[in-house]
Each structure stands twice: as C-alpha cells, then as structure tokens.
C-alpha cells in the first residue's frame, strides 16, 4: 500500500507563509512526477505547480514569483513554499505523485490540508 501524507496547512494573515510538505510511504520504489493541486469552495480543483523526477518544474500564473516546489527523491518527498500569501489562496491543498511500487506505475493522492488566509 502507498499513502501520501500531507502537513503544514493552517491559518494565516495576507502576506504571510507556510510550507506544506507531502510524504509517500508504503511501498515506494521511486516516485516520478509529483505535484500540488488546490480547490476552493464553490471552484473546481486546479494544478497549482508540478515537479518532475529530475526537478524541471512549473507553476500555475497566479503564484509564480511567491511559490517555490521543491522534493527530495531519498524521502520520496514534496514541498511546497508559499510566500506572500493573498486571500484568494485559501483553499484546500491536495498533493499528488506518480508511484511505482515494483509492481505498477500509478497516480496517488493525499487526503488534503486546509490552508486559510485571511485579509
């Protein structure tokens, strides 16, 4: 079984950051493209950066210049740094990995962290 773990979320003020992180466990033999996704009340879930296995990486407009993917391939880990943060990045934030587990190749989903930012 593979799980992605997501933590970091929380509260904070406008301006403000937070730093999310997301593990895989479980039966990881290495993990490719890994990646953040986001969705507010009321929206439909959007991809919000994406990190490949070699670190070429991409970010939706809205947060390039404020938010920085990063991973560590020995963890099997992803981050993501969230600066300046504005209200409109409130949102639950949902990371994302393709795993192989010496069997297959497959796409698996953490269960979601809320972050909040207030004005």
């Known amino acids: 079984q593979v799980q992605l773990v997501e933590s970091g979320g929380g509260l904070v003020q406008a301006g403000g950051s937070l730093r999310l992180s997301c593990a895989a466990s479980g039966t990881v033999f290495y993990t490719d493209t890994m990646a953040w996704y986001r969705q507010a009340p009321g929206k439909q879930r959007e991809l919000v950066t994406a990190i490949t296995r070699g670190g070429n990486t991409n970010y939706v407009d809205s947060v390039k210049g404020r938010f920085t993917i990063s991973r560590d391939n020995a963890k099997n880990t992803v981050y993501l740094q969230m600066n300046s943060l504005k209200p409109e990045d409130t949102a639950v934030y949902y990371c994302?990995?393709?795993?192989?587990?010496?069997?297959?190749?497959?796409?698996?989903w953490g269960q979601g962290t809320q972050v909040t930012v207030s004005s």
């Open positions: 994302t990995a393709r795993i192989n587990n010496y069997r297959r190749t497959s796409d698996y």
